[in-house]
Nanobody, 123 residues
Framework: VQLQASGGGLVQTGGSLRLSCATS????????MSWFRQTPGKEREFVAA????????FYADSVKGRFTISRDNAKNTVYLQMNSLKPEDTAVYYC?????????????????WGQGTQVTVSS
């Protein structure tokens, strides 16, 4: 199983980035997909999740209205569109996959993780 996150970079406050996570080796359409983020010295934090069919999405309060998670089951890829970025969004962003549709905001339920992509928002 491989999850390959990409699309991170350096952006100014108020800017946008689109993260992608291409997967292989897992039944993508049968996995809920999520994005988490982590900064040094802190625990991994839930950002957004999308159910297997894509009909439901969930967001951390800190990103609601600014970030949008989506998926393309034909391409085995999940996306995170990030708008109106703030310096506090600076982190390494990880995509993750899991079976099941509950407790999507808890990292301990995920077995498959991508390698992370760095997002840096300058003030």
């Amino acid at each position: 199983v491989q999850l390959q996150a990409s699309g991170g970079g350096l952006v100014q406050t108020g800017g946008s980035l689109r993260l992608s996570c291409a997967t292989s080796g897992l039944p993508f359409s049968r996995n809920a997909m999520s994005w988490f983020r982590q900064t040094p010295g802190k625990e991994r934090e839930f950002v957004a999740a999308i159910t297997r069919s894509g009909d439901s999405t969930f967001y951390a309060d800190s990103v609601k209205g600014r970030f949008t998670i989506s998926r393309d089951n034909a391409k085995n890829t999940v996306y995170l569109q990030m708008n109106s970025l703030k310096p506090e969004d600076t982190a390494v962003y990880y995509c993750a996959a899991r079976n099941g549709g509950s407790n999507l905001q808890y990292s301990r339920y995920y077995l498959n993780w991508g390698q992370g992509t760095q997002v840096t928002v300058s003030s």
